[in-house]
């Protein structure tokens, strides 16, 4: 698929930037000062985590689950992501305020050049605007001091399997309820979309009873013995 850089700020309402609060995926906080279009913004790892997970396609929004720039990388390599110092289309690219455990700044690579120079999709905290373009030579260093460059996050090589869980609604909820009715567990009446009490102790009781383990919540392995 065709790299599509992300050069402006995201539609009002994606919900990649919107917080759960307020209808969205983004487990990130509020920005500040908040943008009425995107309330994960003015803030860099709303942004960020907002273009990652949706490349990714990962509604969940669980990829990297860390909501402060300075632990990010840890973080990513803790979920199993691959991390590096050489720049890649899509890759986060971290910062960190030294002798600090959160503090820092996250963009999103949205351009790579001759030489490694990389145009980024930025925001920030306290920020005049909620987006902007960031360029950097190598070897990427911030333009505020004691501002250490950590290294870049890079996307997953494979899209990843979308965990369902109690509260969660839409398209993927429907089939995987459809699956479960398929197999005795659900009424063809409870397949709405919806995963609340009654979709809940139907993965409960799949689980059990296939030797999985019993936590309710739709991951690959659960995904996977239903598609069997």
């Not at 050049?113 to 605007?129: C, H, Q, V, Y």
């Not at 505020?144 to 890079?154: L, T």
């Not at 309820?177 to 609340?196: A, H, M, N, V």
């Amino acid at each position: 698929m065709k790299f599509e850089p992300m050069l402006v700020k995201p539609q009002k309402g994606d919900p990649y930037f919107t917080t759960i609060n307020n209808g969205g995926y983004s487990r990130c906080i509020e920005g500040k000062p908040v943008d009425p279009d995107c309330n994960a913004l003015s803030n860099c790892v709303g942004l960020a985590l907002g273009i990652f997970h949706k490349r990714a396609n990962c509604p969940a929004f669980n990829l990297i689950d860390a909501i402060d720039a300075g632990g990010l990388v840890e973080n990513a390599k803790a979920h199993g992501l691959r991390t590096g110092m050489t720049p890649e289309l899509g890759a986060l690219i971290v910062w960190k305020v030294q002798e600090t455990d959160k503090k820092g700044h996250v963009a999103s690579v949205e351009e790579i050049g001759i030489g490694g120079e990389i145009t980024t999709a930025e925001s920030g905290w306290n920020a005049s605007k909620p987006f902007w373009q960031g360029h950097y030579k190598s070897p990427y260093k911030y333009h505020k001091e004691n501002y250490i460059f950590q290294g870049f996050i890079y996307l997953p090589e494979t899209p990843p399997i979308r965990a369902l869980r109690k509260g969660d609604k839409g398209a993927e909820v429907e089939l995987m309820q459809s699956r479960l009715c398929e197999r005795g567990y659900l009424r063809k009446t409870e397949i709405d979309g919806s995963f609340g009490r009654i979709t809940l102790g139907a993965v409960l009781c799949f689980q059990f009873e296939h030797g999985l383990d019993v936590d309710g919540v739709c991951g690959p392995k659960t995904q996977a013995a239903l598609t069997e």
